[in-house]
């Protein structure tokens, strides 16, 4: 098959033949449909040291199912499923207790050295990011990292549910479980951070203010249904947070990872309010908290990993919403490009006003 291969640190995405496994115990085939463009894939690709290359990267993707594993129990063949870069065991005590997305061995859902590689080029081993190598004519995925989504879904759309969608949304219902009424601040309205903005509006915030450095995505978020956007280059966005709450918000999402708005989020806090960390910028981003101020103010800091989301409950929900007309998918979709166009894709990222670039052409 044909997929598209990093070979290192730097130097870009290029369509190579790739052999791929058959699948065994609970492991699933699919035909990929569709693989979004997340902001982390180039991160991995160009600076951030999570995946040995080579490698196939891609963690938004969503296919048709065409052979499955002796083992699997919850999804058959002619499945339309979206995948998810959240990797969980189902039986330790963190899985037991709901809280898939902290599960303690992970690893299960992936082969082990005795076994042979499920890529691999030449005969030589490949990485398969997140265990899903998504941006690729098929992938092979454990089952746990799969949901089963209706036949309606658009593919594109669907293939955004898995890391953008679940993160954003899942970080402001889940992680935060914002409540009908509460003020929410939106910061970086990419396709994480749009995400956001629909699970604030299905909650029912009373105001849900995005801030970004492009008027394009500010337009974005209006459409989304943000009440009130400042453009955080001409004007200073924790003043205009405080003036439209009076006083500080109920939770504030960095979408960004960057030092200096990550302070900024800290400072658009209200009495008892939550800062959520989202974005990933490098080793320099983080925050310094003071303890009298937060004490006195009953502020807290969460950091959040995929919206401390539980994939088989939520990726059909968010399909669910998204067929109803209450959850904004087709805005996230700015563009589609072929396989062999990813390089462009994330040149095109940089223009400011997409939102997310999808691999729909596959041939
Ligand atoms: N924690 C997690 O589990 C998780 C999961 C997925 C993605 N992420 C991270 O979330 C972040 C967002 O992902 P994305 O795909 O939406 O990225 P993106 O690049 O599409 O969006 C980032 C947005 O932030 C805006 N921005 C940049 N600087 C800003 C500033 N100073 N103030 C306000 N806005 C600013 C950009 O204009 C852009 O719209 C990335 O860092 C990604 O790696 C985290
Ligand atoms: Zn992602
Ligand atoms: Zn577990």
Redesign the pocket.
Known sequence: MKASVVNGFGQGFHVEDVDIADPIGREVLIDVKASGL???DH?VATFLDLQPFPAVLGHEVAGVVTAVGPEVVEIAVGDHVAASLIQFCGRCAKCLSGKTHQCLHPEVTQRDASQPPRLSRNGEPMGQFAGLGGFAQQALIHENQLAVIPDEMPWAQAALLG??VL?GAGAVLNSAAVQAGDTVVV???????LSGVNGARIAGASKIIV????EG?LKLARRFGATHTIN?VSTDPVEEVLRITGGGADHVFD????R??TEQGLRMLGKGGGLYL????GNDAGVEVATMSAVFNQHSVQA????SSNLKRDLPMYAALYLQGRMNLDDLVSKEIALEEINEGYGF?KD?DLARVVITNLS
């Open positions: 997340c902001h982390t991160s890391c953008g993160t910061m970086g309205a990419g396709g994480v951070g801030s970004d450095i492009t995505k955080s979408f960004v990872g960057a200096p708005v989202v974005g990933i910028g959040v990993s995929m919206g990222l400011g």
